[in-house]
């Protein structure tokens, strides 16, 4: 039991059994009426969970690609967006909608906090001119475990034209983001993170308003061409060779999810980060994100004063086998991170939890073993209708 290992990352996520045996499957012709069948399934469970009537296209690539295809889309070199950051992948937005000649208007916003709506709709409010052509903005920041409101975001656009498109990849089934409801344009989801799949699928769902965009757009793009993915898509088809395995796995993960219902996923991410929020509390640690923005599918944790992040993650995973995530950008010495998204448990979060407390201790800190199980294992005992 060794290389047993729990993984509390904000992605790779572990990836279920049934998944697992999905993604061995005997290999079939993507060319024919079995993949056909496969892919006009994933496609339409894909629109339940991006709870929307528009169409998913799905890439055969990491979520980088599915940000940088919603740039290479969507707007045209020379046209301006509003780049809304709140963290890593915000920065990794701005970095992409630059590579491709688009003029980013940067609006970022300091690590742990959420965007401001009311910011953001002064700004477009500004925009008379209506030069502004897309806000691209995370739904949950994973670099700093804080979520977006998608929705006041949305509500701030009022009648600008600009197109809301919005890094949903660590976010969507995690937290709730229902696309047409919300009026967003374009979502983009990642497979290794609430998915419980392994990394290589990107999938983005466009609405009509989108579409008429990307029909008049003249950035460069060629394997990320969504055009060329939709006319393929109707056919049954992709325009390149797909993920076959991949594709097997999602239908088994779609079904799951509908198992579980997405009101059943969010209400266990949420329980997941109070659990973890409450643990980290007892044992005396800040986390970088407030209660009121706080991701249901990470939680950046600040590390004790005078301590690296690498003392409690290399005895984390050397001596419990309990992995967890370093910081990124600015804050990638002050935190760790612990990921509870996809598929992980509240005894993940427990055994997880019982071992920073040790760790911890081990490392000489004031805190008591058993205080983060006890707070965490009370709020879940609670939530179950224990005494
Ligand atoms: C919010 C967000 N955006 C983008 C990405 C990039 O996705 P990938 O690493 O699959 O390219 C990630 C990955 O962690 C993410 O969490």
């Known amino acids: 039991m060794i290389d047993k290992q729990i993984l509390l990352l904000p992605g790779p996520t ?82 992409i909608a630059r590579a491709f000649g688009v003029e980013t208007e940067v609006m970022a916003f300091p690590y742990g906090q959420a965007a401001d709506p009311d910011a953001i709709a002064a700004r477009l409010a500004a925009d008379k001119g209506q030069e502004i052509k897309a806000v691209l903005v995370q739904h949950n920041e994973t670099s700093t475990g804080v979520l977006n409101d998608i929705q006041a975001i949305s509500r701030a656009r009022g009648n600008h034209p600009a197109l809301l498109i919005v890094d949903s990849i660590s976010g969507l089934a995690a937290a ?15 497979s290794q993170k609430a998915f419980m799949l392994p990394p290589g699928l990107t999938m983005l769902a466009v609405n009509e308003r989108a579409w008429q965009a990307a029909e008049k757009c003249t950035n460069q793009r060629f394997y990320l061409d969504i055009k060329k993915a ?24 779609l079904r799951l999810l509908r198992e579980e219902t997405l009101a059943g996923s969010f209400a266990r991410h949420a329980l997941m980060r109070t659990m ?3 643990g980290a509390r007892a044992l005396g640690l800040e986390l970088l994100a407030d209660d009121r923005v706080a991701s249901p599918a990470v939680t950046a944790v600040c590390v004790p004063a005078g301590m690296q992040p690498a003392a409690i993650i290399k005895p984390l995973r050397e001596e419990f086998g309990v992995v967890v995530a370093g910081g990124q950008g600015e804050v990638k010495d002050r935190v760790f991170r612990i990921g509870h998204l996809g598929y992980v448990s509240c005894s993940d979060v427990l055994a997880g939890l019982a071992a920073l407390e040790n760790v911890l201790a081990d490392a000489g800190a004031a805190v008591s073993r058993g205080a983060a199980v006890a707070a965490a294992g009370a709020i879940l005992n609670e939530s179950i209708g224990g005494k």
Do not use: Y
């Open 276 to 278: 973890v929020r409450a």
């Open 176 to 190: 709730d983001l229902p696309m047409d409801a919300w009026h967003v344009d374009v979502v983009i989801a990642g």
């Open 14 to 95: 572990p990836v279920p059994p049934q998944v697992a045996l999905a993604l061995a499957r005997p290999a079939i012709n993507h060319r024919g009426p079995e993949f056909k069948a496969l892919w006009e399934e994933v496609t339409v469970g894909l629109q339940d969970v991006f709870q929307t009537r528009s169409e998913v296209v799905i890439l055969t690539a990491s979520g980088t690609a599915g940000m940088e295809a919603a740039v290479a889309n969507f707007v045209s070199p020379g046209e301006k967006v509003l780049a809304v950051s709140i963290g890593a992948f915000g920065e990794r937005f701005i970095q």
């Open 230 to 253: 939709r006319n393929s898509g109707l056919k049954g088809q992709t325009p390149f060779t797909p993920a076959v395995p991949l594709l097997f796995g999602l239908q088994e993960s």
